[in-house]
């Protein structure tokens, strides 16, 4: 329920078992059909990182299976590498073979493989440790945003209850305020970044002693004779190691690179790195004209601030966790004679101001009690008297200023746990239906706003062509507009039912949101239109009814060719929709 955890629920379910994280982002309940969730919370760089270290293990196991738990090795006496004529070249040297292993064969050629071997656990090892994937906390986020988009998306009644909103916009606030899931993911894909590039710079170092190049950085290549020279040694795998070392470079360079870029991600750089959604909250207003969302937009006070985090969680926060902990078990408290010491004084400055109140009072109706005898006495003294009793209030008054509560400025919401999962689920769900999720949680109109616009409208009366313009929806079409700027932009697409049946529209080249129909002059006529991207369709805009004028004679004279809609539409028409009602 609501109050069951940390963060605010909006249905009661069981805590689920904590499960192996490549097993979360697999996904395969979704896979296999068995989970309700319409998104998976794993972008395509997550799994390429699932991938690319389960190609790392792959490459392991192969190098493991063509070369043996023990690395061939193949000696001979030292005259044999010249002349192959003795007949010690054709004895069998296996058990000499065995003894030279451990002066002919070098570090890298006796554990290359059993190298590839851990590299891989560590890398897959690190999938199942619940830093984020995996992690119940990480999951119950997602769960709680999910249920608010899926009753929002789906229109549920269960939307207008005023509780319902109540408790949804406790979710959102706790996933506004919050950053753990961002916390989580920098601290998986940087420990996972570390875990590449150690690794990459063991395997190359290995690989560089495989070639015939001669780079030993390390020294660790040995001459290949044994017995003080008396057998010359060959290692039959050493090309073998040599071009699987290269490929597992190569792997996990990219590896790195992909990790890199989700740690980029975490930084919440506006616009960059996948952080879209940033830049498109920054625009939303509210009725009154201030910002709904605080997003710090200047990329260099972005990367201070993510600075300072990092060392004060290096520097300053152990210092802080050993303070506290001395604090728990040394710390005093403040005893209840304390706190009524506290209470008292506070008594005795409001007792003081009450007794000045009281005497200033009882000094007035002595004045005005007097005779009118020392009236010019009292008056005399009352102007010598005066400027000392001015004085005072004016020091009381300056000393009893009211000061105003400081408030905390809000802070950067770049980081918090609401955008990202927005831009998480951006990979894996169409962006436009992310940017009307917004419309719906926040005080900003939508797009079911549009209207046909009866001043812009207007009828050409040289081929009697109607063409339908609608009004602007605001900040969310221009959100939309920008995201599908690549793609045509947002679309409007309808048709008008007449007396002869459908009309389909036709596009003008002024503006693409214009429709045009070839109409009827007398004829009534109902528009049906919706507006669409991406070839789906976002909001099913309301109908609109209108009828051809059947002489057009007053309004050309008066407007021209082009007349508008307004000047000939009629009252009782005007605005009027249609009884069919809306349909989503």
Avoid at 343 to 355: D, F, G, P, V, Y
Avoid at 416 to 431: E, G, Q, R, V
Avoid at 484 to 493: K, M, P, R, S, Y
Wanted: net charge neutral.
């Amino acid at each position: 329920t609501l109050f069951n955890s940390s963060v605010p629920s909006l249905k009661q379910k069981k805590h689920p078992k904590q499960k192996m994280a490549f097993l979360d982002i697999l996904n395969i309940p979704g896979l296999l059909g068995t989970d309700l969730h319409a998104f998976k919370r794993a972008n395509v760089y997550d799994k390429l990182d699932l991938g690319l270290a389960g190609f790392v293990a792959l490459i392991g196991v192969s190098v493991l299976i063509l070369n043996g738990f023990s690395s061939p090795l193949t000696c001979v006496p030292a005259g044999c590498s010249s002349s192959g004529t003795s007949t010690n070249c054709a004895l069998d040297w296996t058990y000499q073979s065995g003894l030279c292993k451990n002066e002919v064969l070098s570090l890298p050629d006796a554990n290359f493989h059993y190298l590839l071997v851990v590299l891989a656990l560590l890398l897959v090892g690190l999938l199942t440790v619940p830093i984020y994937w995996g992690s119940n906390a990480s999951k119950e986020l997602f769960d709680n945003f999910y249920y608010i988009w899926a009753k929002l998306k789906n229109g549920d009644e269960e939307c207008k209850d005023v509780e319902w909103k109540r408790r949804m916009h406790f979710v959102l606030d706790q996933l506004k305020s919050g950053n753990s899931l961002t916390t989580r993911y920098a601290l998986y894909h940087g420990v996972a970044l570390v875990l590449d590039l150690v690794a990459l710079v063991v395997v190359g170092l290995y690989t560089l002693n495989f070639t015939d190049l001669g780079l030993d950085p390390l020294g660790l290549a040995t001459d290949g004779s044994c017995s003080n020279g008396a057998f010359t040694c060959n290692i039959p795998n050493r090309n073998l190691f040599k071009w699987f070392g290269v490929l597992t470079s190569l792997v996990l360079v990219g590896k790195a690179i992909v990790n890199l870029k989700c740690l980029l991600f975490s930084l919440g750089l506006p616009g960059l790195f996948g952080r879209n959604f940033l830049i498109y909250a920054n625009q939303l207003n509210d009725n009154s004209g201030e910002g709904i969302y605080n997003i710090q937009t200047n990329p260099i006070m972005v990367l201070l601030h993510t600075l300072l985090v990092v060392l004060k969680l290096i520097f300053i926060a152990p210092i802080q966790w050993l303070v506290a902990f001395c604090k728990f078990y040394a710390r005093k408290t403040d005893g209840p004679k304390e706190i009524i010491k506290r209470l008292s004084a506070t008594n005795i400055r409001a007792e003081q101001k009450e007794t000045k109140k009281v005497e200033k009072e009882a000094k007035a109706l002595e004045t005005e009690a007097s005779g009118d005898d020392d009236a010019a006495v009292k008056k005399g003294d009352a102007k010598k008297e005066k400027p000392k009793e001015i004085e005072k209030p004016k020091e009381e008054e300056k000393k009893e200023e009211p000061v105003s509560t400081p408030l905390v400025a809000r802070p950067a919401q770049n980081w918090s746990d609401l955008f990202f999962i927005i831009d998480i689920l951006s990979y894996n769900i169409d962006p436009c239906d992310l940017i009307l999720f917004m419309t719906k949680i926040n005080p900003v109109p939508g797009l079911e706003n549009k209207k046909v616009s009866v001043d812009i409208s207007y009828l050409d009366t040289t081929t009697t062509t109607m063409v339908v313009s609608h009004t602007d929806a605001g900040v969310i079409e221009g959100l939309l507009d920008t995201e599908l700027a690549t793609e045509g932009g947002l679309q409007i697409v309808g048709w008008l039912e007449g007396p002869t049946g459908i009309m389909w529209s036709q596009k003008t080249q002024d503006n693409p949101k214009n429709l045009a129909f070839a109409v009827s002059l007398g004829s009534t006529y109902e528009l049906v239109s919706a507006v669409y991207g991406r070839g789906r369709m976002l909001a099913r805009l309301q109908n609109f009814t209108f009828q051809c004028p059947q002489d057009t004679k007053k309004q050309i004279k008066k407007y021209g060719n082009n007349v508008p809609l307004s000047a000939f539409i009629s009252q009782s028409l005007f605005q009027k929709f249609s009884s069919e009602g809306v349909t989503a």
